[in-house]
Nanobody
């Protein structure tokens, strides 16, 4: 089981940007990693995922064109660049392992059993 740690959350105004990081204690060379969003009072929803060699990326319809995921396997880190943030993007963001066959645009990403503790994003003026 991987140990994942998210960072980079904070307070940003609508239209602003943040870059989240997911740093993993172990090698991520063989893992598809996803980002998930939990808005207040709601369940976790998949935001993005990226395959082990970055050949495949996928996004939820709500963030496509605004968010970009990338990874640096040497640094064992996966990133989520969030641009043009909206109030509905606020909440806790988690990274987790994802089953590669669920990593498709608009799909429900199926998470594995390794999750980080989350990082809080607040979008408010």
């Amino acid at each position: 089981q991987l140990r994942l740690v998210e960072s980079g959350g904070g307070l940003v105004q609508p239209g602003g940007y943040l870059r989240l990081s997911c740093t993993v204690a172990q090698s991520i060379d063989d893992y598809t990693i996803g980002w998930f969003h939990q808005a207040p009072g709601k369940g976790r929803e998949g935001v993005s995922c990226i395959s082990s060699t970055s050949q495949k990326e996928a996004y939820a319809d709500s963030v496509k064109g605004r968010f970009t995921t990338s990874r640096d396997n040497a640094r064992r880190t996966v990133f989520l660049q969030m641009n043009n943030l909206k109030p509905e993007d606020a909440g806790v963001y988690y990274c987790a392992t994802v089953y590669l066959n669920s990593c498709e645009d608009g799909a429900t990403f199926r998470a594995g059993n390794s999750w980080g503790q989350g990082t809080q994003v607040t979008v408010s003026s």
